[in-house]
């Protein structure tokens, strides 16, 4: 079974959520792709996706939305599982997931959708988003919950009928 995880990701942290989600699956034995949701050009070799976005004003990113229209078809002839990444804080927050996902879960027949918290580093946005981030005050740090992701990813695994 080939698996393709992909996702959009604007500074890397959901890339790295990405990475981690491809190195479970593979523990469990699936042959996994990750790449960014960009480099993907087709999914005919893949037997399942876990596709994923950053959030950002409750949104998922362009990208991610430009390839769910364009492969909604063959998304939805394979088991699909969606994440997205943007909480931050402890509690994180918003604590809502994005608002534009229930149509990427329903176009796509996602088995499954995930909202991860975030990471946040000042020292890596532009003039506007820094104007953002600080009119909004969302905390600066690294609130990934590697666990989770991982354990999530093995759940995809068993789903697929492979054990780490």
Do not use: C
Request: proline share 7%.
């Amino acid at each position: 079974m080939r698996v393709l995880v992909a996702a959009a990701s604007k500074h890397g942290g959901t890339t790295e959520i990405a990475r981690a989600i491809g190195t479970a699956l593979a523990e469990a034995r699936l042959e996994t792709d990750v790449k960014p949701i960009d480099e993907v050009t087709s999914l005919e070799s893949y037997d399942a996706v876990v596709l994923g976005s950053g959030v950002y004003m409750g949104r998922w990113l362009e990208p991610a939305k430009r390839f769910v229209e364009r492969n909604g078809t063959a998304l939805a002839t394979r088991p699909v599982w969606l994440f997205s990444s943007g909480p931050l804080g402890d509690p994180p927050k918003p604590v809502e997931g994005p608002t534009d996902v229930l149509g990427y879960i329903e176009a796509t027949h996602a088995r499954d959708h995930r909202v991860f918290p975030g990471v946040l580093d000042k020292g890596n946005l532009g003039l506007g988003e820094k104007t953002i981030v600080a009119a909004v005050r969302a905390p600066a740090g690294d609130y990934r919950p590697w666990d989770e992701v991982k354990t999530w990813a093995l759940g995809i695994a068993r789903d697929l009928g492979h054990q780490a």
